[in-house]
């Protein structure tokens, strides 16, 4: 079965930075564009950024631009997100998101979501 598996989170302090990964197993990685949601208390869930298959196309949110990088691995099956600048605003919990129709244009992953979806893990940053 498909499994998406997040890691990275936790605790840090504003301005400081995070490395989200999500290793993927159980399907075909290159065929899937792949995304990171977040969902804080009381909100949904957004898109924070995408990446098609091959990664040289990518989304990001506008609350996001220039401080995140999504990347990823195709030999690893696995994708990134570095975090830097972070803000008290960032804090939710981050969700990886694998799409089959956003292989190739990532920012479909942001209408749609995504076909299979991690568990989650918690980023929390305190100001």
């Known amino acids: 079965q498909v499994q998406l598996v997040e890691s990275g989170g936790g605790l840090v302090q504003a301005g400081g930075s995070l490395r989200l990964s999500c290793a993927a197993s159980?399907?075909?990685?290159?065929?899937?564009?792949m995304g990171w949601f977040r969902q804080a208390p009381g909100k949904e869930r957004d898109i924070v950024a995408s990446?098609?298959?091959?990664?040289?196309?990518?989304y990001y949110a506008d609350s996001v631009k220039g401080r995140f990088t999504i990347s990823r691995d195709n030999a690893k099956n696995t994708v990134y997100l570095q975090m830097n600048s972070l803000k008290p605003e960032d804090t939710a919990v981050y969700y990886c998101a694998a799409g089959l129709g956003a292989r190739r244009d990532p920012s479909v992953l942001s209408s749609y979501g995504g076909n299979y979806w991690g568990q989650g893990t918690q980023v929390t940053v305190s100001s």
């Open positions: 990446i098609n298959w091959s990664g040289g196309s990518t």
């Open positions: 159980g399907l075909t990685f290159v065929s899937y564009g």
